[in-house]
Every structure is written in structure tokens, then in C-alpha cells.
């Protein structure tokens, strides 16, 4: 069954390459590219999206080794988010849906906020989310994520973004993320979390995408995303949201 690809003309949004970045006052949206000039180019993310856009017939998109647990995750405080990866035993991929070839999973990394209502940097119909998870893939072709970055081709990488509703049941694998967080408050501190399946974080339907080109959403917004942002949201329970919105030292994310 085919899937449908959600053709967007919404207008973009810059992103801060700051680690200290914000979305009020002089951390504003309007003030972030007089802070870094590679966060001024034509193709910034995160955009708001509409429903009310194209819908076109995709090859449905393909999880390779979605469903298989590592043997070890690890997670750090990067200085701008929590970042997720896995061990190199287990190669998680996406391929088709509209995808130029078959993209390696690198890392994911999660943004929110101090309110359950905000959080997320993607919106819907001008509705935000509470939290959202980027899982982030590199074009195989490239040996590593910074082979594919350095190279300044516009698809280089392959990011999906999911959105997260509240609701009353557990998400295990959030909840294997979240129980971690007091340990890494601060930039560079590591922990492990127990392995699962990255597949889990993914919503039930991934028929209906966004996609657009877009950039990263951290520094240096290098312009070589392909974005699929799902229209499914997944959950989390409100327990899990306040822990994550009670360990940021800001809104959307750790700092340095």
C-alpha cells in the first residue's frame, strides 16, 4: 500500500547556532541569524507545517533493523539536546517512501519543554506538541554523519521527526530514557540507558509524512536534510513529560 507524502509551501523558520538559544525576547526567532550566518540560508528548519498542502503517492517508507534491541545505548548531553546512540552492533535503516537511497541511523536526540503543552520545534496546523524526537539517519554512501555533513550535498542526511501527544499509558522506551536524565543534567556527561528497540519510538502509522529540505536544527544548520516528519503523533505519558520538563535547565533543551 502506498504511502502519502505531504507537499509542503509553508514559510520557513530560522534556527539558532547557539548553544544558548531560545525563542523569546533577544533569543528570539528574529534574532537568530544575526547570531550565526549559516543559520540565514534559504532552506532553515524547524518550519510549520499544514494539512492543508499536496498529498502525493510514496513508496511506503522501509525500517531495516527497527525491531532489533542492541546489546548497549548510550546517552549524552551534547550542549544542546540529549543525545541517544546505539552500539555497532545493530544498523538500523530507512529507505523508500520517497528517499534517494538507504540511510544509516547515527543517533536520536529529543527536545521539550517546561510546560506539557510545549516542547516541540516542528508544529502541526499551528498546534505544538509536547516533546519531539529526531532520529537521525546518514545517506550510506558516506562512511560516518560527519563524512555525509562535510560534504554539502543537500540530501546527505535523512531525519525523522516525531511528535509526541500525552496520554495515560507508558511508553517503556521513553521511560528508559527519561529514568536516565538526572545523570547527564550537564554538557559532556554520559550514561548508560537499558537497550531497546528504536522502532518503539516511532508512531503506529507512518503512511502520512511531511517532507521537505531542510537543514539541522542545532549548530551549524548545514542545509542537507531531508526531513520526513510524521503526521501520527506517538505518546507519552504526563509523568514522563514533567521529568523531562523538570531536568532542563531551559526550554527545549540542556545547555552548556
Not at 528574529?30 to 540565514?40: I, K, L
Not at 534559504?42 to 534491541?69: C, D, E, G, H, M
Amino acid at each position: 500500500m502506498l504511502g502519502h507524502l505531504l507537499i509542503l509551501f509553508s514559510a520557513f523558520l530560522a534556527y539558532s547556532a547557539e548553544s544558548h538559544w531560545g525563542y523569546n525576547g533577544g533569543q528570539g526567532q528574529e534574532n537568530w541569524c544575526n547570531v550565526e550566518s549559516t543559520c540565514c540560508g534559504p532552506r532553515q528548519s524547524p518550519i510549520a507545517l499544514t494539512t492543508t498542502t499536496t498529498y502525493v503517492p510514496v513508496s511506503p517508507l522501509k525500517f531495516t533493523n527497527y525491531k532489533s534491541t542492541p546489546k548497549s545505548v548510550t546517552m549524552e548531553n551534547n550542549g544542546h539536546s540529549v543525545k541517544i546512540e546505539f552500539s555497532k552492533d545493530v544498523q538500523p535503516s530507512i529507505s523508500g517512501g520517497g528517499l534517494n537511497g538507504t540511510y544509516n541511523f547515527d543517533s536520536l536526540h529529543f527536545h521539550w519543554g517546561k510546560q506539557n503543552n510545549l516542547g516541540s520545534e516542528h508544529i502541526i496546523d499551528h498546534k505544538p506538541a509536547p516533546m519531539e524526537v529526531h532520529v537521525v539517519h546518514y545517506n550510506s554512501k558516506f562512511a560516518s554523519l560527519g563524512d555525509a555533513v562535510s560534504s554539502g550535498e543537500g540530501d546527505a542526511l535523512a531525519v525523522l521527526g516525531i511528535l509526541y501527544k500525552v496520554v495515560f499509558a507508558i511508553n517503556t522506551s521513553v521511560n528508559n530514557i527519561a529514568d536516565q536524565l538526572l545523570h547527564v543534567k550537564f554538557a559532556g556527561q554520559t550514561t548508560p540507558v537499558k537497550p531497546f528497540v528504536l522502532g518503539t519510538l516511532v508512531p503506529k502509522s507512518t503512511k502520512v509524512f511531511f517532507r521537505y529540505l531542510g537543514s539541522l536544527t542545532t549548530p551549524g544548520c548545514n542545509e542537507d536534510v531531508v526531513w520526513t516528519v510524521f503526521k501520527e503523533q506517538s505518546t507519552v505519558n504526563i509523568g514522563q513529560v514533567s521529568i523531562y520538563a523538570q531536568e532542563s535547565h531551559s526550554s527545549h533543551c540542556y545547555t552548556v
